[in-house]
C-alpha cells in the first residue's frame, strides 16, 4: 500500500529502458513439487496457558530481498494468503515506484491490503496493525495459514507487540528474514531501479506530477523516487534543451538508486534490533542474487526456498518452540558491514 497526464517519455528514459530490458524479473519459484505434499499439519497450536493459537508466519527483509516472492513460494507449498506489511503498497498508485507484485509474481495467491488506502491518506502502524490484525483473522478462519511479508518493520513491530500483544495472544508467529550483504544487495537494487524505469517509473511519476504539491511527508508520496524525479520535472521547464534533460534525469536516477541503498541499510538495522526482541530465522540469499537467469532460480531454491519451507513445516508440526515460548537467544547474525566498506559499496552512508 493522482492526476492523468499524458506525456511523451523522455530520450533518457527510454535508453533506460533498452538498458534495463535484459534484467529479469524474480518470479516464484516453479519447482515446488505440489504432488509430493503431506496432509498439512492443523494450523492451529495450543500454548502454554492452553489457549488454543493460528499460526502465522512473517517474512521481513530489506528491500530488494526478495520478500513477495518467498511468501508466495510458502503459500503456494502450505496453502497460505499473503498479507502485505510494506507501508507504501498499502496506497493506491504509482504501482511501479512502489514496486507491487504483478499478477504473474502473485501466481494466484491472494494478497490483502495492497491498495487500500488513499494516495493522499496518512496510514499510520496502528491503522496497520487493526487492518493486518482483521485480515488476518479471516485468513485463519478460511483454514489458510496468514504469512505477513513487508519491509515496513516498524508496522511489523507495531502488529507482533503492539496493543499489548494482543497478536501475539492469537498466534504462534514464525519469522523469517530474508538477508542478502549488503554489496551484493547494494549491486541488484541498482539494476532493480534501471528495471523499474523500463517498466514505466518515470512516466509514471511524471503522470502523477503536480507543481502545487511540496509536501511527499505523507501517504504514497513518501516513496523513493517521487521526491527525486519530482526535483527532475521541476528543472525541465528550466533546461536547455535535450541534452541537459537527459543529464537531468541521470542524476534523479542516481539520486533514486543511492537513497533506496541508504534505505536497505536502515531496514537492516532495524531487523537485527528485533532479532534481539524475537526469534528470527535468518536465510541467507546472496548465492541467488550474485548470478542471474536459470542460475538465480536454482540458487534461490536450494539456498532460500527448501530451507524456509523446511522451517515452516517444522514450526507447523510444532517442532520448535517460538519467540514467545522460548528464552534462548537466537544465533546471532553477521555483523553490519563497517562503515568504510559501505561507502566502498556505494552505500551513501
Request: net charge positive; charged share 25%; with cysteine.
Given at each position: 500500500?493522482?492526476?492523468?497526464?499524458?506525456?511523451?517519455?523522455?530520450?533518457?528514459?527510454?535508453?533506460?529502458?533498452?538498458?534495463?530490458a535484459a534484467i529479469?524479473?524474480?518470479?516464484?519459484?516453479?519447482s515446488?513439487?505440489?504432488?509430493?505434499?503431506?496432509?498439512?499439519?492443523?494450523?492451529?497450536?495450543?500454548?502454554?496457558?492452553m489457549?488454543?493459537?493460528h499460526?502465522a508466519?512473517?517474512?521481513?527483509?530489506?528491500?530488494?530481498?526478495?520478500?513477495?516472492?518467498?511468501?508466495v513460494?510458502?503459500?503456494?507449498?502450505?496453502?497460505?494468503?499473503?498479507?502485505?506489511?510494506?507501508?507504501l503498497q498499502?496506497?493506491?498508485?504509482?504501482?511501479v515506484?512502489t514496486?507491487?507484485?504483478?499478477?504473474d509474481?502473485?501466481?494466484?495467491?491472494?494478497?490483502?491490503?495492497?491498495?487500500?488506502?488513499?494516495?493522499?491518506?496518512?496510514?499510520?502502524?496502528?491503522?496497520f496493525r487493526?487492518?493486518a490484525?482483521?485480515?488476518?483473522?479471516?485468513?485463519?478462519?478460511r483454514?489458510?495459514?496468514?504469512i505477513?511479508a513487508?519491509g515496513?518493520?516498524?508496522?511489523?513491530?507495531?502488529l507482533?507487540?503492539?496493543?499489548?500483544?494482543?497478536?501475539?495472544?492469537?498466534?504462534?508467529?514464525?519469522?523469517?528474514?530474508?538477508?542478502v550483504?549488503?554489496?551484493?544487495?547494494?549491486?541488484?537494487?541498482g539494476?532493480r531501479?534501471?528495471?523499474?524505469c523500463?517498466?514505466?517509473?518515470?512516466?509514471?511519476?511524471?503522470?502523477?506530477?503536480?507543481?502545487?504539491?511540496?509536501?511527499?511527508s505523507?501517504?504514497?508520496?513518501?516513496?523513493?523516487?517521487?521526491?527525486e524525479?519530482d526535483?527532475?520535472?521541476?528543472?525541465?521547464?528550466?533546461?536547455?534543451?535535450?541534452?541537459?534533460?537527459?543529464?537531468l534525469l541521470?542524476?534523479?536516477?542516481?539520486?533514486?538508486?543511492?537513497?533506496t541503498?541508504r534505505?536497505?541499510?536502515?531496514q537492516?538495522?532495524?531487523i537485527?534490533?528485533?532479532?534481539?526482541?524475537?526469534?528470527?530465522?535468518?536465510v541467507?540469499a546472496?548465492e541467488?542474487?550474485?548470478r542471474?537467469?536459470?542460475?538465480?532460480?536454482e540458487?534461490?531454491?536450494?539456498?532460500?526456498?527448501?530451507p524456509?519451507?523446511?522451517?515452516?513445516?517444522?514450526?507447523?508440526?510444532?517442532e520448535?518452540?517460538?519467540?514467545?515460548?522460548?528464552?534462548?537467544?537466537?544465533?546471532p547474525?553477521?555483523?553490519?558491514l563497517?562503515m568504510f566498506?559501505?561507502a566502498?559499496?556505494?552505500?551513501g552512508?
Open positions: 500500500m493522482a492526476t492523468s497526464l499524458s506525456l511523451a517519455p523522455k530520450p533518457a528514459a527510454v535508453a533506460v529502458a533498452a538498458a534495463a529479469p524479473r524474480l518470479v516464484p519459484s516453479s515446488i513439487d505440489m504432488s509430493a505434499l503431506s496432509p498439512p499439519p492443523p494450523l492451529v497450536s495450543v500454548s502454554r496457558s489457549v488454543a493459537k499460526k508466519v512473517v517474512v521481513m527483509g530489506a528491500t530488494g530481498t526478495g520478500k513477495t516472492r518467498l511468501a513460494d510458502l503459500a503456494l507449498q502450505f496453502g497460505g494468503e499473503v498479507i502485505n506489511a510494506d507501508k498499502l496506497h493506491r498508485g504509482l504501482d515506484a514496486n507491487k507484485a504483478t499478477a509474481e502473485r501466481a494466484g495467491v491472494p494478497h490483502h491490503l495492497i491498495g487500500v488506502a488513499h494516495p493522499d491518506e496518512e496510514f499510520t502502524a496502528a491503522d487493526r487492518a490484525s482483521r485480515a488476518a483473522a479471516a485468513v485463519a478462519a483454514g489458510a495459514l496468514p505477513i513487508g515496513s518493520n516498524s508496522y511489523i513491530e507495531e507482533v507487540d503492539g496493543d499489548r500483544r494482543a497478536f501475539r495472544d492469537r498466534y504462534d508467529c514464525c519469522f523469517l528474514w530474508v538477508d550483504q549488503l554489496p551484493v544487495l547494494h549491486g541488484f537494487v539494476r531501479v534501471d528495471d523499474m523500463g517498466r514505466g517509473m518515470v512516466a509514471e511519476i511524471e503522470a502523477a506530477f503536480d507543481p502545487d504539491r511540496t509536501d511527499y505523507r501517504g504514497v508520496w513518501r516513496a523513493i523516487g517521487v521526491p524525479l526535483a527532475y520535472l521541476r528543472s525541465c521547464a528550466a533546461a536547455g534543451g535535450e541534452e541537459e534533460r537527459a543529464r541521470a542524476n534523479a536516477i542516481e539520486d533514486i538508486k543511492a537513497n541503498r534505505l536497505s541499510c536502515r537492516r538495522a532495524k537485527v534490533r528485533l532479532d534481539r526482541l524475537w526469534r528470527i530465522r535468518r541467507d546472496t541467488a542474487f550474485r542471474r537467469g536459470g542460475a538465480a532460480n540458487a534461490w531454491e536450494r539456498h532460500v526456498a527448501a524456509s519451507i523446511d522451517t515452516v513445516r517444522s514450526f507447523l508440526h510444532g520448535f518452540t517460538t519467540a514467545a515460548e522460548t528464552t534462548a537467544a537466537p544465533v547474525p553477521p555483523p553490519l563497517p566498506a559501505l566502498a559499496a556505494g552505500a552512508v
